[in-house]
């Protein structure tokens, strides 16, 4: 079998074989490499004539994701995310060129979502990984002092600067830079002329041109339950991100508090949801899945309808009298991204 790749929340398990197609002076061979960036393995696939050029391809596409790491890490104190937090309430900030632009997208989500996805949770974040750390629910004034420092409102992108009306805010690119790495590093692969790769950045994975002969690249979404059966999807200049609290959460009291929050109540979400969308890109589909697992399945599901080329399938655990029961929605287009377009 080529090419099928394993997504689980936010676990990916790639296997396959090496394709050796026929003709031209050297076949073609697909090439795997790894690294960890941005808290996760990355992992890229591509098909090239020569080691040589996968190598030089794959190294240039890493570098940029080391490149976006240095910009959009909440963990590293010397990132550019991380020294805005110094930054004063109304004065403009200059900012690079690749924080400017991914300010700018996670704004118009923002808007487009009615709040439901903000990078400027960062202060929110913070309390809820001190409440894992503690298990303990964060207080309220300080979930309060935290709202108050957070929201997208209060940040104004002009050219290549920020300005923020508030003091002690912070930014979280947690929801959608490792979309948008995946997208970058795809970008680098087909400047270096090989576009028939996938990259994975830790379950967000952007593939590009298909392998010869084959419709599109097997992914296999795997579910919450081990017996139902997996979903898979065939896709090509496309991508999927998943969102979930199936490995990162937090329970106190019997209640399990996922480390995604609700900008607006400031709240762990506690909706038993696994959310995955494909999207034309991985910057897409990682910011609308992060921001359908706080709209809830409804208001998700219409969201995604009305965004073109957009597609989610959504994955709910509800407790009942005989236990868990796992329910799935999907959008209008979700089931012709797999059976409609097979090709083994
Ligand atoms: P993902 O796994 O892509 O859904 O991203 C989750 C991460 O995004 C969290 O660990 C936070 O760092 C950040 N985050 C949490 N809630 C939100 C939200 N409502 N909007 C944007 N980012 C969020
Ligand atoms: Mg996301």
Same mark, same amino acid.
């Given at each position: 079998?080529?090419?099928?790749?394993?997504?689980?929340?936010?676990?990916?398990?790639?296997?396959?074989?090496?394709?050796?197609?026929?003709?031209?002076?050297?076949?073609?061979? *697909?090439?795997?490499?790894a690294e960890v960036h941005m808290g996760v393995p990355f992992?890229?696939?591509?098909?090239?004539?020569?080691?040589?050029? +996968?190598?030089?391809?794959?190294?240039?596409?890493f570098? *940029?994701?080391?490149?976006?790491?240095?910009?959009? #890490?909440?963990?590293?104190?010397?990132?550019?995310?991380?020294?805005?937090?110094?930054?004063? +309430?109304?004065?403009?900030?200059?900012?690079?060129?690749?924080?400017?632009?991914?300010?700018?997208? #996670?704004? #118009?989500?923002?808007?487009?979502?009615? %709040?439901?996805?903000?990078?400027?949770?960062?202060?929110?974040?913070?309390?809820?990984?001190?409440?894992? *750390?503690?298990?303990?629910?964060?207080?309220?004034?300080?979930?309060?002092?935290?709202?108050?420092? #957070?929201?997208?409102?209060?940040?104004?992108?002009?050219?290549?600067?920020?300005?923020?009306?508030?003091?002690?805010?912070?930014?979280?690119?947690?929801?959608?830079?490792?979309?948008?790495?995946?997208?970058?590093?795809?970008?680098?692969?087909?400047?270096?002329?090989?576009?028939?790769?996938?990259?994975?950045?830790g379950?967000?994975?952007?593939?590009?041109?298909?392998? +010869?002969?084959?419709?599109?690249?097997?992914?296999?979404?795997?579910?919450?339950?081990?017996?139902?059966?997996?979903?898979?999807?065939?896709?090509?200049?496309?991508?999927?991100?998943?969102? %979930?609290?199936?490995?990162?959460?937090?329970?106190?009291? %019997?209640?399990?508090?996922?480390?995604?929050?609700?900008?607006?109540?400031?709240?762990?979400?506690?909706?038993?949801?696994?959310?995955?969308?494909?999207?034309?890109? +991985?910057?897409?589909?990682?910011?609308?899945?992060?921001?359908?697992?706080?709209?809830?399945?409804?208001?998700?599901?219409?969201?995604?309808?009305?965004?073109?080329?957009?597609?989610?399938?959504?994955?709910?655990?509800?407790?009942?009298?005989? %236990?868990?029961?796992?329910?799935?929605?999907?959008?209008?287009?979700?089931?012709?991204?797999?059976?409609?377009?097979?090709?083994?």
């Amino acid at each position: 079998m080529l090419g099928t790749v394993l997504i689980s929340g936010l676990l990916l398990v790639s296997s396959q074989t090496q394709q050796q197609a026929t003709g031209g002076a050297q076949s073609v061979q *697909r090439f795997r490499f790894a690294e960890v960036h941005m808290g996760v393995p990355f992992r890229i696939s591509v098909y090239a004539r020569q080691e040589q050029a +996968a190598n030089k391809a794959a190294r240039a596409a890493f570098e *940029r994701i080391a490149e976006l790491d240095r910009v959009f #890490s909440d963990y590293d104190s010397k990132s550019e995310i991380s020294l805005l937090r110094a930054a004063k +309430a109304g004065q403009p900030v200059p900012i690079s060129a690749d924080l400017a632009h991914l300010l700018r997208q #996670s704004v #118009s989500y923002s808007r487009a979502t009615d %709040g439901a996805f903000d990078v400027t949770v960062g202060p929110l974040v913070r309390l809820w990984r001190r409440a894992r *750390r503690r298990q303990e629910l964060p207080e309220p004034e300080l979930l309060a002092a935290a709202l108050a420092r #957070s929201g997208f409102d209060k940040l104004q992108v002009q050219d290549r600067h920020v300005t923020f009306s508030a003091a002690g805010m912070r930014l979280d690119f947690g929801a959608i830079a490792k979309g948008y790495a995946c997208d970058e590093a795809i970008r680098v692969l087909k400047e270096h002329k090989l576009p028939v790769a996938l990259v994975d950045g830790g379950g967000d994975i952007a593939v590009g041109d298909p392998p +010869a002969g084959k419709a599109g690249w097997r992914i296999e979404i795997e579910p919450a339950q081990a017996e139902a059966p997996a979903t898979t999807l065939l896709l090509r200049n496309q991508a999927v991100a998943t969102s %979930g609290d199936r490995y990162r959460f937090v329970e106190i009291d %019997g209640k399990r508090y996922s480390h995604i929050v609700n900008p607006k109540t400031g709240m762990g979400l506690t909706s038993r949801m696994t959310v995955t969308v494909v999207a034309r890109d +991985a910057m897409t589909a990682d910011a609308c899945a992060s921001a359908v697992s706080v709209m809830g399945r409804q208001a998700g599901i219409r969201f995604v309808n009305s965004r073109e080329g957009v597609e989610v399938l959504i994955t709910e655990l509800t407790e009942t009298a005989d %236990g868990p029961v796992e329910k799935t929605a999907a959008s209008c287009g979700f089931r012709d991204l797999g059976a409609g377009r097979q090709a083994r």
